[in-house]
């Protein structure tokens, strides 16, 4: 099927930034909608921003203006840009991705998917 890592998580001061990235792969055919959750100690998994296969984003109120979602849609990848964090901030974040991919080895069926990455920890200090 199609798998999705995560990297850039990592402990940073409140006010910083930090970039992560979001590599799907696998047998993909077409990725449409990405999206970009946390999922902080005894919450609930939230949507931060998502961003559509033409490029299209929507972020949660709670991080409007501070972080940025981007995508190459040619590596697969999503670019999650997080600014001015605060130690609200302070969850796993996990990658999302939907799309079709090849189910067989000739790749003349396609079928649907979605996935989850494993997640990674963003700390913020204060």
């Known amino acids: 099927q199609v798998q999705l890592v995560e990297s850039g998580g990592g402990l940073v001061q409140a006010g910083g930034s930090l970039r992560l990235s979001c590599l799907a792969s696998g047998s993909i055919f077409s990725i449409n909608a990405m999206g970009w959750y946390r999922q902080a100690p005894g919450k609930q998994r939230e949507l931060v921003a998502g961003i559509t296969s033409d490029d299209s984003t929507n972020y949660a109120d709670s991080v409007k203006g501070r972080f940025t979602l981007s995508r190459d849609n040619a590596k697969n990848t999503m670019y999650p840009k997080m600014n001015s964090l605060k130690s609200e901030d302070t969850a796993v974040y996990y990658c999302?991705?939907?799309?079709?991919?090849?189910?067989?080895?000739?790749?003349?069926?396609?079928?649907?998917?979605?996935?989850w990455g494993q997640g990674t920890q963003v700390t913020v200090s204060s």
């Open positions: 999302y991705a939907d799309g079709r991919y090849y189910s067989d080895s000739y790749k003349t069926h396609r079928l649907p998917f979605g996935s």
